[in-house]
């Protein structure tokens, strides 16, 4: 029986590609009013990102685990 993750990858998705996102876009450390701003801003998306990854656990904790299809009855 094969489940289905469709949200939870969808969710781990935008996670990850804003935080590729906020990797790329680092500013120069010469600059430090860019410096500042810049991790204000991903100091405030880093909330975000953990609230979604926390929504994601409960999304998989609250799924059905997977029925044992294994026979108790096994040949000798």
Do not use: C, H
């Not at 701003?37 to 909330?47: P, Q």
């Not at 979604?52 to 108790?72: G, R, S, Y």
Request: charge should be negative; avoid cysteine.
């Amino acid at each position: 029986m094969k489940m289905n993750f469709e949200k939870e990858i969808k969710s781990l998705d935008e996670v990850y590609t804003e935080m590729v996102d906020a990797i790329l876009n680092r500013p120069d450390s010469e600059d430090f009013e860019a410096s500042r701003v810049y991790f204000g801003n991903v100091s405030a998306r880093l909330n975000k990102w953990v609230d979604n990854i926390k929504d994601v656990k409960t999304l998989l904790e609250n799924k059905e685990p997977a029925q044992d299809l294994t026979a108790d009855n096994r040949p000798a």
